[in-house]
């Protein structure tokens, strides 16, 4: 079975940093591309980063682009989020996909999803 675990996230004071993590298990994600997303309450769900299989290519949304970091590390199947300068706009659940064979910024290709794991940012 399949699974994606998160973790990572906590409360952070604005202009701090977390670093969230997802742990892919029951099948290999290396050649896949996976992604992270985003949702705060009483709003939809929306794309923060996504990286390619070899991690030579990443695509962030504009609300993060300079502030937030995606990686991974195909040897743990994890990707990680590096979260800077953090923004109280930035408190949401934090989710991590995989299993998409393109870079994606929907939430279409993706087939597998993580629980989340929640960031909250006071100011």
């Known amino acids: 079975q399949v699974q994606l675990v998160e973790s990572g996230g906590g409360l952070v004071q604005a202009g701090g940093s977390l670093t969230l993590s997802c742990a892919a298990s029951?099948?290999?994600?290396?050649?896949?591309?996976m992604g992270w997303f985003r949702q705060a309450p009483g709003k939809e769900r929306e794309f923060v980063a996504a990286?390619?299989?070899?991690?030579?290519?990443?695509y962030y949304a504009d609300s993060v682009k300079g502030r937030f970091t995606i990686s991974r590390d195909n040897a743990k199947n994890t990707v990680y989020l590096q979260m800077n300068s953090l923004k109280p706009e930035d408190t949401a659940v934090y989710y991590c996909?995989?299993?998409?064979?393109?870079?994606?910024?929907?939430?279409?290709?993706?087939?597998?999803w993580g629980q989340g794991t929640q960031v909250t940012v006071s100011s």
């Open positions: 996909a995989g299993g998409s064979t393109v870079v994606a910024a929907t939430p279409w290709p993706y087939n597998y």
């Open positions: 029951g099948r290999t994600f290396s050649s896949y591309a």
């Open positions: 990286i390619r299989w070899s991690g030579d290519n990443t």
